[in-house]
């Protein structure tokens, strides 16, 4: 019982931290003790096509990490106008190696002329962060002309967002 409300008031005041570093963390990220472990979640957001890319929409994705793991996992729904095949997806940007992961496809939902892909890459950790320590803002491509980054004009605001997400699943590993 003990160490509950000692993890309860480190994450508390983790929260507090960070809100007044970055903005309000806690709307925008669900967590839940587990026997394994605390499942952090960060709710669906968008990032923006690129604008060389072939996607219908913007991109909505998420990020589900355990905090006793060194990996998490983005999953993304992705519009498309044709029944595609992902293998492997690449997240690049400038001054950086790419970052290469496998894409496991969750489901494939037709909608009338266009496709729903729900695809899942699994990223350790430590290139995460390096992706968000980057001056420059990163594309992420899923193969098919697929691409999506943010603005240069909004990348500060995102790093400062991830960069608390760390702060807060470091604190509790």
């Known amino acids: 019982m003990r160490q509950w409300r000692i993890f ?12 007044v570093a970055g903005g309000n963390i806690s709307k925008k990220v669900k967590y839940m003790r587990g026997e394994n472990g605390t499942v952090y979640f960060v709710t669906p957001m968008k990032m923006p096509k690129a604008s060389d890319s072939k996607a219908l929409k913007n991109l909505i994705y998420d990020i589900t990490c355990l905090n006793s793991e060194d990996s998490l996992n983005l999953t993304a729904t992705v519009i498309s106008k044709d029944h595609l095949t992902f293998t492997e997806g690449s997240i690049t940007a400038d001054g ?13 939902d037709p909608l009338g002329n266009k496709y729903e892909n729900r695809l899942r890459m699994r990223i350790s950790r430590a290139d995460f962060k390096k992706i968000y320590h980057n001056a420059a803002p990163f594309i992420l491509d899923f193969g098919h002309g697929l691409r999506f980054g943010f603005k240069q004009k ?6 400062r967002f991830m960069n608390d997400f760390f702060i807060m699943i470091d604190a509790t590993t």
């Open 8 to 19: 309860t008031l480190l994450v508390m005041l983790m929260t507090t931290i960070t809100c």
């Open 96 to 108: 950086m190696e790419p970052v290469k992961s496998k894409i496991e496809i969750v489901y494939l």
């Open 154 to 159: 909004t990348w500060p605001k995102e790093t």
